[in-house]
C-alpha cells in the first residue's frame, strides 16, 4: 500500500529585509478581492473572477472576518483619471 505526504511550506523574512512588491496589473471591473478582514490595513489574500468564484474560495479558506470588495467600473475609471495605472 502506498504512503500518503502531506507537507506545508512557510517562508519567513527577517523585518529588516527590504520588500517591493509591484502591481503588473490592475483588476477589470467585476473581479471581486477578498480582503482578510474590514479596515484600511486589510491585505488582499485572493482575487476572484466574479462573486461567486469569492464566495466557493472563502468556504475552503479560514478567513472569518473577510470582506468581499467587488471591483466596480466607476473605480477601474477613477484609477485612469488619477494615474494610478498606466
Not at 512557510?10 to 502591481?23: E, K, L, Q, Y
Not at 468556504?59 to 472569518?64: C, L
Amino acid at each position: 500500500m502506498p504512503a500518503t505526504m502531506a507537507a506545508a511550506v512557510s517562508w519567513c523574512f527577517a523585518s529588516t529585509a527590504p520588500s517591493r512588491s509591484t502591481a503588473t496589473e490592475c483588476p477589470k471591473a467585476g473581479t471581486v478581492r477578498v480582503l482578510d478582514r474590514p479596515g484600511e490595513d486589510a491585505e488582499l489574500v485572493y482575487l476572484a473572477s466574479h462573486r461567486a468564484d469569492a464566495e466557493c474560495w472563502l468556504q475552503s479558506h479560514g478567513y472569518p472576518r473577510a470582506v468581499l470588495d467587488e471591483v466596480t467600473a466607476a473605480a477601474v475609471a477613477a484609477d485612469v483619471v488619477e494615474g494610478t495605472i498606466a
